[in-house]
């Protein structure tokens, strides 16, 4: 009776799990939340997602501004007050990352689009703020967003996100405020069609 009931147990989990939808094979793509996200801290957020080697994928939310300039980060850096600090996501907190349009690649940096780069080398960024290394566009965040294998895939089924391709003018050109009304609205759109 037991083996019967451990056969039925362990079957039952074949059974009913949900099948997991590959994520595109692009090197990145936006995540636009739902109406429908329960996490408050995704809610009307826009990331932008990445491939990370095996660990899963990782995000950085674009349309998280903080009222914070980046000269109380980078006190010694006198660029550093025209831009601000945003919020990329809660996993690691005191990370900071940034995407940067234009100028030289940066080493170890992950390439986004041709002209896009996910990076994190601090010492970049200083010449980039000290006004020493040129760029185009620079967002600069702390913390960012990280899935375990598998789990972005379950949210998406479970109609927590939609995924859109990856659009250069999102990171950069979108108003911020803006940025989940309109992509959302792209978005319901397009699935009516």
Do not use: C
């Amino acid at each position: 009776m037991l083996s019967f009931l451990g056969i039925l147990l362990f079957s039952s989990w074949t059974l009913h799990a949900d099948p997991v939808e590959p994520l595109p094979k692009s090197p990145a793509f936006l995540l636009v939340a739902s109406q429908q996200m329960t996490d408050s801290r995704f809610r009307r957020t826009v990331l932008l997602v990445t491939q990370h080697g095996k660990t899963g994928p990782i995000g950085i939310i674009l349309n998280r501004p903080l009222d914070v300039t980046l000269d109380e980060v980078f006190p010694e850096y006198p660029a550093a007050k025209k831009l601000n600090l945003s919020y990329g996501g809660p996993v690691y907190p005191k990370q900071i990352s940034y995407l940067v349009r234009g100028g030289e690649a940066v080493e170890g940096a992950l390439t986004i689009s041709e002209d896009i780069d996910l990076a994190f080398n601090m010492s970049v960024l200083g010449e980039m703020l000290n006004e020493k290394r040129p760029y185009s566009d620079l967002l600069v965040v702390h913390g960012l967003a990280a899935w375990a294998p598998g789990q972005l895939e379950n949210e998406i089924i479970q109609g927590g996100w939609t995924v859109m391709p990856f659009d250069d003018a999102v990171v950069f050109d979108f108003p911020t405020t803006k940025m989940w009304q309109e992509l959302n609205r792209r978005a319901n759109t397009s699935q009516m069609i």
